[in-house]
């Protein structure tokens, strides 16, 4: 009864599986007992008879509930209340396209994992598991096709915690929309496998690596309401090293619990704790719990396997007289405190994160907390190369803007192209798992395979941008003025500004000077840049496009005399706003011009100026 109004609601989250916990006695039945995921069986029974359901279980209050055996499946609820402090241990594997391995070759890790955990869900009906990322369910129903009806039916009843997102995606660094795509990207995709709407109230952040400030707000749009946060942390047994991961609000390590707070107000309920961790139970003393009275304890780690000895290693620790090291998982050395709480002191189960989210989410000591978080350990690093970062920005950036105009392409009667764009964003969402985005990965060639993912979204982005401004520009009217025409587009809602370049490839292009007039014939201030490939590019400023819409240029050779007001020589450059002298092609210093200040200079004292190669 998670939410203290006396009745019993599946709907509300108060289903448990909880046949770890003990087993329950039927009085007047002689009848075999089973389990299945949240229930006990027991049959048969005959028509007629009475019976009193009991569970009697250390650290659950008693409970006892009667009745008359009818024609068909009988149900009681059996109503759980913990008396000790109740810790729910999620089964979980996490996935990373790419670290010190490439994609194919952790797709044949994980692939058979998510085989075995679907086989042990058939012999032990007490497991659960949360899935991996969707960048590796995928893979697994386009190889396992016959595991569908069986996985969307173990989605239905809770027993797999689908996770809805392509990858465990960073939450920094990414524009904000890719963010927002991980998780609805995420949905689509495992919906359209599955055949069922998909629609997580968890997300989880395996390895996290910090949180942007508008996180909560993104998830609350998006409909997801809870969120573990495994940090990335260097810890020694359960000791933080704060420095690592800091919170702009240190209060967050006060709490593994909380309210995270955006600024518009928008709220998700937050776990944390650090990544990989290997002790079950609370990570503080019961008497410093909250009144939820309760823990969450992930269990699993990257690529793990389901382990068929977890569900007997439960019971032990709900024995306080069981053998925990007779029944220990693989991954325990004896050395290993397998709990914070002494054995009989506190009860487990094996459950969802959206299960312990229910239970706590009424507790009224939970604490509000606006902040962000990034980690400490390579700050001012991030990802080790600059192409990575430059890649991504320019495919998030060409995304959204061809989705905008596509969008008006089709509906002036120009083909979808919604399922080419979303295999886009899906190359995309790979990408921005948080180890290529941010960690050096090894070997060194590795790094080369997410560059060709980015190579496959804009050259498939591209591809349909080209086809709708092709069919866009058809019907737009070009010959109100001299010379080539070019049609610039503005994506946005709002009146934009923007530099734009035009590659002087083609033969429609003057060889010669270029000038830009716009529909007026009014000159319009531009320079011709000289690429390292030797091709030509023509830039100019397209002042206040109109919302939505576009503008016609010209491209001419003959000149109307555009006043220039830039200086650039081989020692200096100049605008009205800022002086830049150069020294051998370096900065040497900058100087703004309305207040005569010098906001950069290059000193024996500074070490600026100088290029570093690592």
Request: glycine letters at 8%; a negative charge.
């Amino acid at each position: 009864d998670n939410n203290g109004d006396g009745v019993y609601t599946p709907d509300a989250g108060e289903q448990l599986s909880a046949t770890l916990l003990g087993t329950p006695t039927l009085d007047g039945v002689d009848a075999a007992i089973e389990t299945y995921a949240y229930a006990f069986f027991f049959a048969p029974a005959t028509v007629g008879e009475n019976v009193t359901l009991r569970f009697d279980v250390d650290g659950i209050a008693p409970f006892a509930a009667s009745a008359t055996v009818r024609d068909g499946l009988n149900i009681l609820h059996l109503q759980i209340t913990p008396t000790k402090p109740l810790t729910y241990i999620g089964a979980h594997s996490h996935f990373d396209p790419e670290w010190r391995a490439y994609y194919e070759e952790y797709l044949a890790i994980s692939v058979p994992h998510m085989v075995n955990r679907i086989e042990l869900l058939r012999t032990q009906r007490e497991q659960c598991f949360s899935f991996d990322e969707e960048c590796s369910t995928r893979p697994l129903f386009e190889r396992h096709p016959e595991l569908t009806d069986e996985i969307r039916q173990r989605i239905a009843e809770g027993t797999i915690e689908a996770k809805g997102i392509v990858s465990a995606g960073e939450l920094v660094l990414p524009h904000g929309e890719a963010m927002i795509r991980q998780m609805t990207v995420g949905e689509q995709v495992l919906s359209e496998l599955v055949g069922a709407e998909i629609r997580p109230d968890s997300l989880w952040s395996i390895d996290n690596y910090g949180v942007c400030f508008q996180f909560a707000q993104m998830m609350a749009k998006a409909g997801r309401k809870y969120m573990y946060l495994g940090e990335y942390n260097h810890h020694q047994g359960m000791k933080f090293v704060p420095s690592d991961q800091p919170f702009s609000d240190p209060r967050a390590y006060e709490h593994f619990e909380f309210w995270l707070e955006s600024p518009d107000g928008s709220r998700v309920l937050v776990h944390r704790t650090p990544y990989f961790t290997t002790m079950l139970g609370p990570r503080v003393a019961p008497d410093e719990m909250l009144a939820h009275h309760s823990a969450f304890s992930p269990l699993g780690g990257d690529f793990e396997d389901a382990d068929p000895k977890v569900p007997d290693f439960i019971r032990s620790l709900n024995d306080p007289d069981g053998d925990v090291s007779a029944s220990a998982p693989q991954r325990y050395s004896p050395d290993t405190p397998w709990t914070t709480l002494p054995q009989g002191e506190g009860k487990y189960i094996l459950a969802t994160s959206e299960q312990f989210f229910h239970a706590i989410e009424n507790d009224p000591d939970l604490p509000v907390i606006c902040a962000d978080s990034r980690i400490g350990m390579w700050t001012g690093s991030y990802e080790s190369r600059i192409t990575g970062r430059q890649r991504n920005r320019l495919c998030e950036m060409l995304l959204m803007a061809t989705e905008t105009l596509s969008t008006a392409g089709h509906m002036a009667g120009l083909e979808k192209v919604s399922a080419d764009l979303r295999e886009s964003w899906y190359d995309l969402l790979i990408n921005n798992h948080h180890d290529p985005q941010l960690c050096m990965m090894g070997p060194e060639d590795l790094f080369y395979e997410v560059i060709r993912r980015y190579d496959s979204c804009q050259k498939r982005t591209t591809d349909v941008l080209n086809r709708t401004l092709k069919y866009l520009t058809d019907d737009i009217k070009t010959n109100t003025a001299d010379g080539v025409p070019v049609v610039v587009f503005n994506p946005h809602a709002w009146s934009h500004t923007q530099v734009v370049g035009l590659w002087l490839d083609g033969d429609e292009f003057p060889k010669g000077e270029v000038h830009i007039r716009d529909f007026d014939g009014t000159e319009i201030p531009s320079q011709v840049d000289a690429h390292g490939s030797g091709r030509r590019v023509l830039l100019f400023q397209a002042e206040m496009l109109p919302p939505g819409g576009w503008r016609t240029y010209y491209l001419t050779e003959d000149a109307c005399g555009c006043p220039v007001s830039i200086t650039a020589t081989a020692d200096l450059l100049e605008n009205a706003h800022l002086r830049v002298e150069l020294t051998d092609g370096l900065i040497q210093r900058i100087i703004e011009k309305s207040s005569g200040k010098v906001v950069f200079e290059v000193t024996d004292a500074a070490t600026v100026g100088e290029v570093f190669v690592f």
